[in-house]
């Protein structure tokens, strides 16, 4: 499904100083690597500054390598128009316009989908109710689940989430939770990674995670029904 192989990824810092012209080079992965199969649900985890998002926006297309490849199993390039990425910025939206207007206007862009589809999509969130309100007026779980339709009217196979369940309520995080899980489960997905800093979130969601450390994927490991919080701790 997606093969990432010996990445490397730096970036360039501006020098601070008026004077000190010079740029330093901040080395964020050194040969990294990894592979995801179909029906996987991938958790990276890692301390602040450790990349997450920066592998999130490479396998997206986002970012370009510095080196390494980002394949599928067949060492083909990815199909960016199968991958989209959710994080937890709402900006891209528009705030006064409806969730139909919306989700009628990024279809366009792609001249996929129709609004029998929308609604389709929405059932299946079970968020159709809301079609026509403002999206300024949805609850933050609620745009989360918009911001998910988005990314399957665009027929997205491969679904990158930067830690969307920040500032969520114990029952929005449970449905958004249950609403990937089933996706998943029904096939309209066929591979997510996310990244998060919650031990609880990793558990009842993934079946794999992923430590990032020292530049590289430094613990691969399965999860399951019996995986405990604890035993997560114990790998940083």
């Not at 991938?42 to 592998?55: D, E, M, S, V």
């Not at 970012?63 to 599928?72: A, F, M």
């Not at 969307?164 to 998943?184: E, F, G, H, R």
Request: proline share 1%.
């Amino acid at each position: 499904m997606l093969k990432v192989s010996k990445l490397s990824k730096s970036f360039t810092k501006p020098s601070l100083g008026f004077f000190n012209t010079e740029k330093s080079e901040k080395t964020i992965f050194n040969d990294l690597s990894f592979y995801a199969k179909e029906g996987d649900c991938i958790a990276l985890l890692g301390k602040n500054g450790c990349g997450k998002t920066t592998l999130l926006k490479l396998i997206s297309g986002v970012l370009t390598l510095d080196k390494g490849s980002i394949t599928n199993n067949f060492d083909m390039p990815l199909d960016f128009s199968q991958i989209s990425m959710v994080n937890s910025n709402d900006r891209s939206f528009f705030w006064r316009l409806s969730v139909k207007e919306n989700l009628k206007f990024f279809c366009s862009l792609s001249n996929k989908n129709s609004l029998e589809k929308i609604k389709e999509t929405l059932i299946l969130l079970d968020i159709l109710d809301k079609i026509d309100l403002p999206f300024m007026s949805l609850s933050y779980g609620e745009r989360k689940k918009i911001s998910i339709a988005r990314a399957l009217l665009n027929n997205s196979k491969i679904l990158l989430l930067d830690e969307i369940t920040n500032s969520l309520d114990i029952s929005a995080k449970k449905i958004v939770i249950s609403t990937l899980k089933d996706l998943l489960k029904k096939d309209h997905l066929q591979l997510i990674i996310f990244a998060t800093h919650s031990l609880d979130e990793v558990i009842s969601l993934s079946n794999r995670l992923l430590l990032i450390k020292d530049k590289a994927i430094f613990i691969d490991q399965k999860v399951n029904e019996n995986t405990r919080v604890s035993d997560i701790e114990k790998l940083f």
